[in-house]
Nanobody
C-alpha cells in the first residue's frame, strides 16, 4: 500500500514557475514508477510526466508533448518524494495536478494503482 500527498500548488502568473512535490509512504518507494497527471474542469485526466528508477543513476522519464522543455520530473528515493518543476507556465496548464504510482509506469491513468488527493495549479493570464 502506498499513500501519496501532493503539495506546492498555487496561483501564478503566465510565465511563472512552480515546483510540485509528492511525498510517498512506504519503504519500497524506489520500486515504484511515479506519474503526474492533471485534470482541468470538464476535461478528462491527462498524463503529464512519469519517472521510473532503473537503478544506479539511470531513470526512465516521459512527458506529454505540451510540457516538453517546460516541465521536469525528478525523484529523490532517499526522501520518498517525486517532484514536478514547472516553468514558463501557461493558462492552459491550469488544473488539479495528481501524483500517481504503480510498478510499471505508463501514460494512462487506468494503469496507476495509487493516487494522491491533488493540488490546484492556477495560471492567470
Amino acid at each position: 500500500q502506498v499513500q501519496l500527498v501532493e503539495s506546492g500548488g498555487a496561483l501564478v502568473q503566465t510565465g511563472g514557475s512552480l515546483r510540485l512535490s509528492c511525498a510517498a509512504s512506504g519503504r519500497t518507494f524506489g520500486t515504484y514508477a511515479m506519474g503526474w497527471f492533471r485534470q482541468a474542469p470538464g476535461k478528462e485526466r491527462e498524463f503529464v510526466a512519469a519517472i521510473k528508477w532503473l537503478g544506479g543513476m539511470a531513470y526512465y522519464v516521459d512527458y506529454v508533448g505540451s510540457v516538453k522543455g517546460r516541465f521536469t520530473i525528478s525523484r529523490d528515493n532517499t526522501k520518498n518524494t517525486v517532484y514536478l518543476q514547472m516553468n514558463s507556465l501557461k493558462p492552459e496548464d491550469t488544473a488539479v495536478y495528481y501524483c500517481a504510482a504503480n510498478l510499471k509506469g505508463g501514460t494512462k491513468a487506468s494503469e496507476y494503482d495509487y493516487w494522491g488527493q491533488g493540488t490546484q495549479v492556477t495560471v492567470s493570464s
